[in-house]
């Protein structure tokens, strides 16, 4: 008999007490995963978070403030096909409430859709900083991007701002409480 027959008899049908769970531990279980994602989604959608950082994300461009400290937005990269976003940002500073525009080009917005799908297989940072995502924005096959916006600088940036964002998916999901029924 071989070795492979022998361990398929010797483990069919075998479910050892300690790997079951409830109902409501496994309720209790989903339920954290759901609220982990949910987390980890709205920090993609987070505009605030993203006008904090400093400097801002390449490709992410903040009306009055953008033309101020001279910063170029791209105007090829807003005419592509690629979803763009215009939105406003409220900032809380000195306990007042500002409102700003801001814009997002078309790549950086590429790159966040990208994360927010990984985040629904992998709830987890690590898909922020995933290199077939940071590449893909910037890679030839992204006939979107223009040669202004294809510098070693948004491609530092990009990478800088991916460790960033899994820093901040991890901190907030590591926010979100845990209970299980009958586990300590």
Request: with cysteine; hydrophobic share 40%; net charge neutral.
């Amino acid at each position: 008999m071989s070795f492979e027959r022998v361990a398929k008899s010797l483990y069919t049908n075998v479910l050892p007490a300690d790997y079951t769970i409830s109902m409501e531990q496994y309720h209790a279980f989903a339920t954290y995963q759901l609220q982990c994602r949910k987390k980890a989604i709205s920090v993609v959608h987070d505009l605030a978070w993203m006008y904090a950082q400093q400097p801002h994300p390449p490709g992410f461009y903040v009306g009055q403030e953008a033309r101020a400290r001279g910063e170029r937005t791209c105007e090829t990269c807003y005419k592509s096909p690629q979803r763009t976003f215009y939105a406003k940002v409220s900032i809380f500073h000195l306990g007042q409430e500002f409102t700003c525009n801001a814009k997002l080009s078309s790549w950086l917005s590429y790159y966040l859709d990208m994360v927010e799908l990984a985040l629904v297989q992998d709830t987890a940072g690590a898909v922020a900083t995933n290199h077939a995502r940071t590449d893909a924005v910037f890679s030839l096959r992204q006939a979107i991007i223009c040669d202004g916006c294809k510098t070693t600088e948004n491609a530092l940036g990009m990478v800088k701002f991916a460790e960033k964002l899994k820093a901040e998916i991890d901190r907030q999901i590591a926010t979100v409480d845990v209970s299980v029924p009958g586990i300590v």
